[in-house]
């Protein structure tokens, strides 16, 4: 039982920035070819995610350090001491952003980047998180500010999917199809630096002038290159960390280590420079994992951990203020709305007595009597609640087990 289910097309993060269908959209175009989208045709703006005040808020008042801010000019990466600066006095750290360095790096036409957007700003925070549990793969935020006619990088790809969202200003882009197509992650675009040159040369099968609210959807390996046009440029580059067949066959084998039969030693004496020889070996073994790997539903289920778990420690959950948590579970009442807290990957398992069930999260694990196991259900399904109306227990149980899931993180009051 996870706390993750959710419907075919409940993906109202993802939704805002499609014109078409999350369906057709994961049959036609994820994986396998960019979607560019003007503003008029999605559902509405998106300046309640970031503006150009953001930006100078960021900047000006949030103390940014390294490497969540970081500058570039044609391609070249700005060494950090020409944008940070210590802070003065109590806050003597050496690389926290100085926003009159950046005043002057900016005006001299480099590009400012916000990195990890979903850590620093609380509204990108919330939005990635929905956005994370629409499309079952791990989301990070970046920000690209770019001075007038400047570019901050050269024709390159990614490794990770995006969605582009212009915010502010207008800036050309040209794509072009891969050179190396699906990428992986330790399969930069330097390792095929010639081959991306010469690709950025030919007719782009892009080439759009981006204006404010327009998005852009292109998978990893597509190589793209970007110029502002008419004065301050600002998007959104929404990182998508796909997970692919390789991280299942990753995780697969890393599982076979259980496998006897898989551990044995290779033949005495066996020849290695030999190609039939090793050919032979691989076939016997492809069967062995084959075999091991469909024996029963344990490897599955195993993989299926091990994936989930790589997703959990990729993302964060909803975040909670100690301080606020404390008094709300200390005033908490029967007719409080509580709901669990969204992110949280908490999963359900027997306990480790008879008389025992517990919540799996993350990074500890909470443990209650068999009695609130009905309850534990109706709370994973993230609907809200009352604290003294929990499943299977009477109100002064329920309101006992609810003040101890809001302390440990795992309920919120609504």
Aim: hydrophobic fraction near 45%; aromatic fraction near 6%.
């Amino acid at each position: 039982m996870t706390s993750e289910g959710r419907g075919a097309s409940d993906r109202p993060a993802l939704m805002r920035l499609l014109e078409v269908t999350p369906e057709a959209f994961a049959t036609d175009y994820w994986d396998r070819r960019p979607l560019f989208t003007r503003a008029a045709a999605l559902r509405g703006r998106f300046d309640d995610l970031f503006t150009a005040d953001a930006v100078d808020e960021l900047v000006t008042h949030r103390g940014l350090r390294t490497p969540f801010v970081r500058m570039a000019r044609q391609g070249t990466v700005l060494d950090p001491g020409r944008y940070t600066a210590p802070g003065g006095l109590g806050a003597e750290i050496a690389d926290q952003v100085s926003a009159d360095k950046v005043l002057d790096e900016f005006t001299d036409g480099a590009t400012l980047v916000l990195q990890g957007l979903h850590r620093t700003w609380p509204p990108l925070a919330e939005f990635t998180r929905q956005l994370t549990r629409d499309l079952g793969h791990p989301v990070q935020v970046n920000a690209y500010v770019t001075p007038a006619a400047e570019r901050g990088f050269d024709p390159h790809y990614d490794v990770h999917d995006v969605f582009v969202l212009q915010i502010a200003g207008e800036k050309r882009w040209r794509i072009h199809p891969p050179v190396h197509p699906r990428p992986l992650r330790d399969q930069p675009w330097t390792d095929h630096r010639r081959a991306v040159e010469r690709r950025a040369e030919d007719e782009p099968a892009i080439d759009e002038v981006f204006r404010p609210n327009d998005v852009l959807y292109l998978p990893r390996g597509w190589i793209h290159s970007a110029t502002a046009l008419g004065g301050t440029s600002i998007h959104l580059t929404i990182g998508v960390a796909a997970l692919t067949r390789h991280d299942v066959l990753r995780e697969a084998v890393a599982h076979a280590a259980a496998a006897e039969s898989l551990r044995a030693a290779l033949p005495l004496g066996v020849d290695l420079t030999d190609a039939a020889t090793v050919g032979a070996l691989l076939a016997d073994t492809v069967d062995d994992f084959s075999r091991f790997t469909g024996a029963d539903a344990a490897p599955a289920e195993a993989v299926s951990r091990r994936l989930a778990g790589r997703l959990r420690a990729s993302t964060r959950a909803e975040p909670i203020a100690p301080l606020a948590t404390t008094a709300a579970a200390t005033a908490l009442h029967e007719a409080t709305t509580v709901s669990l807290r969204r992110g949280l990957g908490a999963r359900f398992r027997a306990g480790p007595n008879p008389g025992d069930v517990s919540l799996v999260l993350p990074d500890k694990t909470v443990t209650l009597p068999a009695e609130a196991a009905d309850a534990l259900a109706q709370i994973l399904t993230g609907h809200p609640l009352q604290a003294g109306g929990l499943a299977g227990l009477d109100a002064a149980s329920s309101l006992v087990v609810a003040r101890r899931l809001v302390r440990e993180g795992v309920l919120v009051v609504r």
